[in-house]
């Protein structure tokens, strides 16, 4: 079937997606939520010696990366396959690619052939390291740009040593670094009528989430270290144990501070001189979070999580995945979606999380099969049946 866009907001661009395993799918799922006309280009099964990397096909993570795309097969490799791609890349706006620096041009796919055809197109690429640079060879990976990025030297327990996060964050950041990059490029191009090559990497986006605490190294020359559950610099913020679990509370400032203490009903911890303004709480923080400790053991999580916030205090649970989608304010947010999968049948997938009054985002495709569109692709591109045909029985497509 033709092009169904998720979302009216960027149906007017066809984009084609040379991108494997998850940053890159991750930039191209944004386009495609909001309605990017996604062609996921991907090797014939039988040339594909990578198959499972970023996880089965019908797996949860790969449905999640890319519903609301469609899919052909073209061998790159093969001189007409090249040609086919650039037949399409003369009609499309955005190519998105993430493999090592050097294959797109012994492919004859880099920017400069693409330009060639089309002086609109804009690349998009995604790396380890970077284009270019003495590590520009070496292969990427969400864990070793965390360690070098210095995320897994500020996460985790004081003196456990480095701790990667849950979730890959750098994979996931460049993508959507890079998504945003595209948006930018498109509205730049409106101005100027030329595309442009744009790239970023694992190593990038992990050092720019580093966030206020590269700052305090780049401004102030302080090297941040592990904090656990405590907020590195407002305090008091971090996990406090109740009579049947643990609580997040953030009472940074004096207001909430105060507003702490007269629901916790401890008016000694506000007399106290140790704890009497934000510097002494800071350098008295481990003495002042056991007697805080004392004193929310004596109520239930929810107990504590409604009066708190009643108070106008931060608090919240801490969720397992399962409890976060059974929250009552998660299911009005409405983030679960769910999408008709053929291979799977009606399943839920990871909606996304920005709300527009006129041009919403929606899952309206499932992830497809490899290859599930290529003829449908081929006959918009202008060929017959028969050029059809010919394509597969030269393994081309």
């Not at 494997?20 to 909001?34: F, I």
């Amino acid at each position: 079937m033709p092009h169904h866009p998720a979302s009216k907001a960027l149906s007017r661009f066809t984009v084609l997606d040379l991108s494997r395993v998850r940053a890159g799918p991750t930039a191209v799922r944004q386009l495609a939520d909001w309605g990017a006309n996604v062609i996921k280009i991907e090797l014939p099964a039988e040339l594909d010696e990578r198959e499972g990397m970023g996880g089965p096909r019908h797996g949860s993570d790969f449905q999640n990366l890319h519903r609301n795309k469609r899919s052909m097969t073209l061998n790159l490799k093969e001189p007409r396959g090249r040609e086919l791609l650039l037949k399409m890349a003369a009609k499309a706006d955005v190519v998105v690619e993430n493999f090592r620096p050097d294959v797109k041009r012994r492919l004859g796919i880099d920017y400069p052939a693409l330009r060639a055809v089309n002086r609109g197109i804009i690349l998009a690429s995604i790396s380890g390291f970077g284009q270019d640079g003495p590590y520009r060879d070496r292969p990427g990976f969400d864990q070793v740009a965390q360690g070098m990025g210095g995320l897994m030297s500020v996460t985790g327990i004081p003196g456990q040593g480095p701790v990667r996060a849950g979730i890959p964050i750098a994979d996931l950041t460049a993508g959507i670094f890079c998504a945003y990059g595209i948006l930018v490029a498109l509205l730049e191009r409106e101005q100027s009528g030329e595309g442009q090559w744009l790239h970023t990497s694992l190593l990038q986006a992990q050092i720019f989430m580093l966030d206020f605490q590269a700052a305090r190294w780049l401004v102030e020359h302080e090297i941040a270290g592990q904090a656990g559950n405590n907020h590195p610099t407002s305090i008091p913020t971090g996990v406090y144990p109740t009579a049947d679990g643990n609580i997040n509370i953030a009472a940074s400032g004096q207001k909430m501070w105060e507003k702490l203490v007269a629901v916790l009903e401890a008016p000694e911890l506000l007399e106290n001189p140790d704890y009497a303004t934000a510097a002494k709480r800071s350098a008295n923080r481990d003495r002042l979070n056991r007697e805080l400790s004392e004193k929310t053991r004596t109520r239930t999580s929810a107990e504590w999580v409604e009066v708190l916030n009643k108070a106008g205090v931060p608090c919240g649970p801490i969720y397992t995945i399962d409890q976060t989608f059974a929250d009552p304010q998660v299911r009005h947010l409405g983030i679960a979606q769910s999408v008709e999968s053929r291979a799977l049948g009606r399943i839920e997938l990871v909606g996304q999380p920005i709300m527009m009054s006129r041009t919403p985002s929606a899952l309206v495709e499932p992830p497809p099969e490899r290859g599930e569109h290529t003829d449908e692709i081929l006959s918009e591109l202008g060929f017959d049946q028969a050029a059809i045909a010919k394509l597969h029985r030269d393994k081309i497509v």
